[in-house]
């Protein structure tokens, strides 16, 4: 994630005073990814503490599906505040944390029984998946992929694989943690068109890290979020289904960014016809409260005995109200069907900037998750992380909230809430543009 330049402190002296205080209060590791100090946003705008209002493309990163403040959440958060806040679940039980589980149960893609986990973070829901499909398989190794995203904690972050800024300085990392190349660029997989190929292609790269034998589990996300809007070819994603199920290991994807509608189908696996073994979900479903669940077969999830699993906080009443609330807003608001929609006017929109503009070295994305990728040069194609910035600067001047991605910081990517209407996508990317002409 890029830091942008400070606010004006004339034009916006709250802004200023805040990032201020901020700068000396919060530990710096935490990044600036925009200098924005928030008061209050619903939908897909977010005002600031001057009082200058933005259309939001980031959404908090993928969690705003249901836009910010939705009356429906709010609602249902007020609701459950005033009648149960917290017993840790195991302590007590409660109905809203058993109702989700039964919500997702029958929302997940793939075949029944399957059960589900309650827990806090995208970073956790890994973790737990993880730890699930050792307890299930009696193996030791995981198999990830370059350029992916799973977390800052030590599992998540040996799993993610993109060293500056999530890793340099952190280890030692946990064992038994393999990453093969990313095969979206890929150049031994550019042929590798079918199903069969893209196998050949996985135990290719196998064969110089891991035996087969000893893999627990392979975590995938069908799109790379932070390592910049990368798709995972559909038939590599069946390739891994079908490896998984012959060899006995676990498939886990990583739906922390891709799930809940952003891609234009419920889940991003689903592009793919194909179903997890166990996925990971967070970010989007409990719109902004501090949720995350893992999914899956019965039979797995079940592996861990009594005690193995669990969280004093993971599947907080409060949040759970929200989730419920969030998956009735779906229904309520075809919001999967507005994902299709709002990814077909972004991506016609970006294919007409990577025309208009040399910069633009490539347009892509799936659904609602739509990226611009910006190079020095088109051949070269050499990243340009400078001019990524610059867009994304003068499209906050302009009131357009967005961020960056990509190993080399160099994509712009769109988060905004699937709840955003027709004029604000229009006024964001119409920003937008004026953002590229402006950085030209
Ligand atoms: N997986 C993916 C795909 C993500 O995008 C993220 C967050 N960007 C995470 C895991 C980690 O989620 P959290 O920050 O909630 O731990």
Redo the contacts with the bound molecule.
């Keep these: 994630m890029s830091t942008t330049t400070g606010p004006d402190t004339q034009a916006s002296p709250q802004t200023a005073r805040m990032l201020a205080r901020r700068e000396q209060a919060v530990a710096r590791g935490v990044a600036v990814s925009l200098p924005i100090a928030a008061a209050h946003a619903a939908g897909a705008r977010l005002t600031d503490v001057d009082g200058r209002t933005y259309i939001d493309f980031t959404g908090g ?1 993928g969690t705003l599906n249901v836009g910010h403040a939705h009356p429906k959440v709010v609602a249902a958060v007020e609701a459950q505040v005033r009648r149960l806040t917290h017993t840790c679940f195991p302590v007590a039980a409660y109905e809203p944390y058993v109702a989700l589980c039964e919500r997702l149960n029958a929302l997940v893609p793939g075949p029944g029984p399957k059960k589900t986990i309650l827990l806090n ?4 829901a ?1 973790e737990n998946a993880v730890k699930i499909a050792r307890a299930a398989t009696g193996r030791p190794a995981v198999v990830a992929f370059e350029q992916s ?4 904690t030590l599992l ?1 972050m040996t799993l993610t694989g993109k060293v500056h800024p999530y890793k340099a300085g952190f280890g030692p990392f946990a064992p038994e943690v393999y990453h093969l190349p990313h095969p979206y660029r890929d150049p031994a997989a550019g042929a590798a068109a079918s199903s069969q190929a893209w196998e050949d292609w996985f135990a290719e790269h196998l064969l110089a890290v891991v035996a087969p034998s000893s893999v627990a589990a392979v975590v995938v ?1 069908p799109v790379a ?2 390592g910049g809007f990368l798709p995972v070819p559909p038939e590599c994603l069946k390739a891994l289904r079908a490896w998984c199920t012959r060899n006995g290991s676990v498939l886990v994807v ?1 739906e ?2 891709t799930g809940f509608g952003r891609t234009g189908r419920m889940f991003g696996m689903e592009h793919a016809g194909i179903h997890a073994d166990l996925t990971a979900l ?2 989007s479903l409990a719109g902004g409260l501090p949720l ?1 669940a893992v999914t899956g077969r019965a039979d797995l999830m079940d592996a861990p005995p009594v005690g193995g699993l669990g969280s004093t906080y993971g599947g907080n009443p409060v949040a759970c109200a929200a989730a419920l609330a969030v998956l009735d807003v779906f229904e309520s608001e075809r919001l999967v069907e507005r994902g299709a929609r709002i990814g077909a006017v972004v991506a016609e929109r970006f294919q007409r900037f990577a025309e208009r503009f040399p910069f633009i070295g490539e347009a892509r994305g799936v659904g609602a998750m739509q990226a611009l990728e910006f190079v020095k040069d088109p051949r070269s194609r050499a990243p340009d992380a400078g001019r990524a910035r610059a867009v994304q600067q003068a499209a906050l001047a302009r009131g357009l909230m967005i961020l960056t991605a990509g190993m080399h910081a160099n994509v712009l990517r769109t988060l905004m809430p699937l709840v955003i209407d027709d004029a604000d996508l229009e006024a964001g990317l119409g920003i937008l543009e004026a953002a590229l002409d402006a950085a030209r």
Aim: charged residues 30%; without cysteine.
């Design positions: 990163i973070s995208g970073a956790e890994v995203f799973h977390g800052r998540g996300e979020g932070e990583d922390v960014q967070a970010k995350a």
